[in-house]
Structure formats: C-alpha cells, structure tokens
C-alpha cells in the first residue's frame, strides 16, 4: 500500500504498477503509419544484417579455394554466427540510445516499454529472437495480429510488454531560430 499525498490523506492500494504510458486513443499520432513502417524497417534491417553475412560466406569460399578445400570447413560455423549476429545486432541497436535498429531510425520508429522505459540489449535480443520463432512456428501471417489492435502491437510485443511508436512524435527536434 502506499500512502496518497492528495487532498484527501487516504490510503489507497493501486499494487504500484504503473499505467500505459502510450493511449492510442489519447495519442494517436504516436501510432499513425507504424504497421507500414515497421515493414520497411524489418527490410532495411533484414538487408544490414544480410550484408556481413553474405561477405563472411564469401569470404570462407575464396578462402576454402585458396586452401584447396581445408577452409571450406568454416563453413559450419557460417550459420551459427550469422544468428548470433543477427541477435548481437538487435540487441546492441535496440539497447543503444536510439532504442531502434537502423530501419527503425531510418523509419523514425522507437521500441519503448509499455510504461515508457526505453530498451535495452536483452529486451532487444529477446524481442528479435521472439519474431523469428513465432514466424517460423506460426506462419508469417502472425504479424497481421498488428492489424488488429490500436497500438499495432505484434505477438512478441504482447510476449514482451512492449511498443513501437512514432520517435518523431514522442520527441519533436527543436527548431532553430530564422533570422532573415
């Protein structure tokens, strides 16, 4: 319990959870356009994560053929350290400053949670690696869950308590002053 510094002096009982901190009915401007835009934010990451990957296998094949064959056995390793890239990327871009990937800041999009906190590494790494399996074991079309509810939320963001929300909105750039 905890004590109410209101007017009133009465105890009150609210358990200490905290509200929303994003109402897509109080703030829909928040929420406008993120479905499309977190589509082109999963291509643009789905690109800057491919590209280390694609130079790495690259990389092994020239290697294997100068080393007539002995290198290609790195080729093991390829798929292992592509996911663990992949998670690595996630993690360290949502649990940055931004609290987005490359698409999402390149898309002006923010995961925060629920409360309003911004990410951090394990919530971003635990978010992506979340995506993959539903996809995998629900079919793609689990991400029309996003459709369907005010905040465009995925399953992984009802799994994690989290939001993707417009960052532009949330913080608008101040504008420096014209002088003319």
Do not use: K
Not at 98 to 127: C, K, N, Q
């Amino acid at each position: 319990m905890s004590y109410d510094s209101g007017s009133s002096g009465a105890w009150r009982n609210d358990g200490g959870v905290p509200s929303h901190a994003y109402d897509p009915y109080l703030h829909p401007e928040l929420f406008r356009g993120v479905a499309t835009r977190r589509v082109f934010a999963f291509l643009i990451d789905l690109v800057v994560i491919s590209v280390p990957v694609i130079l790495g296998y690259l990389f092994i094949a020239v290697f294997g053929v100068i080393t007539l064959g002995l290198g290609w056995a790195l080729f093991w390793l390829a798929w292992p350290a592509s996911v663990i890239w992949a998670i690595v990327y996630y993690g360290a871009c949502i649990g940055g400053p931004s609290s987005a990937t490359i698409g999402m800041r390149v898309m002006d999009l923010e995961l925060r949670t629920w409360y309003g906190a911004p990410g951090y590494f394990v919530l971003g790494a635990t978010h992506a690696v979340l995506f993959w399996v539903s996809v995998s074991f629900l079919s793609p079309f689990v991400v029309l869950v996003g459709l369907f509810n005010g905040r465009r939320r995925l399953l992984q963001d009802f799994v994690l308590g989290t939001v993707v929300i417009n960052n532009s909105v949330r913080a608008p750039v101040p504008q420096t002053a014209r002088t003319y």
